[in-house]
């Protein structure tokens, strides 16, 4: 069972609002990584991390913003939430160690921008 | 980016017999694979890797299959059960994927019928 914890688990917000989706991992993993996942659809990579003060955009265009001040911690913010915003959100992490890239992932923080 | 896709996007099995999810991807340049199970609600949850050095992997009832020469891969699952049915997704990694990230296809839903 992987340790990597996301809160909070539901999330129904109205819109402008500013959010924060927290995840956290206790396996001292380098890498980190935030998917959207739409239901019953594939997950894009939208923000990761090779370590502390490290953040890339992913594939996927995002509006979101991500940090990483400390290695178990990486966090994603909304400054306003929109409708178009309302999807699940999916956080890893992995071993830094190139090919063999196992990411163990959270149980997820479903959004609803109402 | 690449594309990652799977043949079928649901597959009816009875319990007992056995499952196989196949994948297509691709990116010739693709030098790892993983297989990950997602269950309703919960973040994806890793099964079986292989890397492109290899053309068969296997592990505790689950054989994953690589052909390079016509980019496929394959999940074969032995006497499928009940806890089985979920959703699958294939995903690939390589350098040119953002330092190793990896790319999912789309999902394969797995029914497993009494």
């Known amino acids: 069972e992987a340790d990597i914890y996301q809160t909070p688990r539901y999330l129904v917000i109205g819109t402008g609002k500013k959010i924060t989706l927290e995840c956290s991992q206790t396996?001292?993993?380098?890498?980190m990584y935030w998917y959207q996942q739409d239901p019953g659809m594939e997950l894009h990579l939208i923000h990761y991390?090779?370590?502390?003060?490290?953040?890339e955009k992913g594939d996927l265009s995002s509006e979101s913003t991500v940090s990483r001040i400390r290695t178990e911690h990486f966090p994603l913010t909304l400054e306003s939430a929109r409708p178009s915003h309302t999807s699940q959100y999916l956080c890893?992490?992995?071993?830094?160690?190139?090919?063999?890239?196992?990411?163990?992932f959270g149980a997820g923080t479903r959004l609803s921008v109402l | 980016g690449e594309s990652v896709g799977l043949h079928l996007p649901t597959l009816s099995v009875q319990e007992g017999d056995n499952s196989i999810i196949n994948c297509a991807y691709s990116?010739?340049?693709?030098?790892?694979f993983i297989w990950y199970k997602q269950e309703s609600g919960k973040g994806p949850q890793f099964i079986i890797d292989?890397?492109?050095?290899?053309d068969k992997r296997q592990g505790q009832r689950v054989t994953v299959l690589l052909n390079k020469t016509v980019k496929h891969l394959s999940l074969q699952i032995a006497a499928t059960q009940p806890g089985d049915s979920a959703v699958y997704f294939c995903?690939?990694?390589?350098?040119?994927?953002?330092?190793?990230?990896?790319?999912f296809g789309k999902g394969t839903s797995l029914l497993v019928t009494p």
């Open positions: 990116n010739s340049a693709s030098d790892y």
């Open positions: 396996m001292g993993h380098d890498k």
């Open positions: 991390s090779y370590g502390v003060n490290s953040t």
């Open positions: 890893a992490s992995s071993e830094y160690g190139g090919a063999k890239n196992i990411q163990y």
């Open positions: 292989i890397r492109s050095n290899m």
């Open positions: 995903a690939e990694s390589s350098l040119s994927n953002s330092g190793y990230a990896l790319n």
